[in-house]
């Protein structure tokens, strides 16, 4: 079964606009990571936040974390087209190695 | 610094025939990882390398998968036999220890007919 679970599965905004995305997940972690996956990519690293931090930014993104909720989610400010892709929560359950990934956000930006 | 390295990028077989994939991480990463993404789907996690050592193979079906990754370096993933359900994109990762960012390949996607 898979430890975190993204919400919404999809979601389309204008350009300019806000994008939110979430995460739940079932067990204590060690932390919680968002990554990105363009079309036929990769998936690249956005933020990490560790199971005792609450909020972090990088740029226009911004991380919250919620471990009473075991939730976290990942806010996407003033969205480009550039910001078209899927958004994945990975997280680290504790006593475990294993990063489980969700099914991901498909987010769809229109210029 | 250069990234993961994967090949092939595609690669289509027909079904019980054999596969190999090729991984070189990033240069001084000790951990290497090996998922299979099915379209539509998050990346699930087959094997996972601390330099040439397994730390969890528990959702690798080691009947028809087999990964190495000699010298702690490069790896390499096969499928023998394949079946259509392992049709997918096969991602590489690497990070510099456990609980770190990780480190993609553009994976190589594997078509089974």
């Known amino acids: 079964s898979q430890q975190g679970e993204e919400d919404p599965q999809a979601l389309s905004i204008q350009e300019g606009e806000n994008a939110t995305m979430n995460c739940s997940y079932k067990t204590s972690i060690n932390n919680l990571q968002w990554y990105r996956q363009n079309s036929g990519r990769g998936l690249v690293h956005l933020i990490l936040?560790?199971?005792?931090?609450r909020e972090k930014h990088s740029g226009r993104l911004r991380v919250t974390l919620d471990t009473s909720k075991k939730s976290s989610s990942l806010l996407i400010t003033a969205s480009r087209a550039a910001d078209t892709a899927s958004y994945f929560c990975?997280?680290?359950?504790?006593?475990?190695?294993?990063?489980?990934f969700g099914r991901g956000t498909s987010l769809i930006v229109h210029p | 610094e250069a990234g993961v390295a994967q090949s092939p990028r595609y690669k289509i077989i027909e079904k019980r025939q054999s596969v190999a994939f090729w991984c070189n991480p990033i240069?001084?990463?000790?951990?290497l990882y090996w998922y299979q993404q099915i379209l539509g789907q998050g990346p699930k996690l087959l094997i996972q390398f601390q330099n040439n050592g397994v730390v969890d193979d528990s959702q690798l079906p080691k009947d028809r998968f087999s990964a190495e990754r000699l010298k702690g370096v490069d790896s390499t993933l096969k499928i023998q036999p394949a079946k259509l359900e392992d049709s997918a994109v096969y991602l590489c990762a690497s990070s510099s220890g456990d609980h770190e960012p990780q480190h993609f390949g553009d994976g190589t996607r594997l078509s089974i007919l």
């Open positions: 936040i560790r199971s005792n931090e």
């Open positions: 240069s001084g990463h000790a951990t």
């Open positions: 990975a997280t680290d359950a504790r006593g475990s190695y294993i990063p489980t």
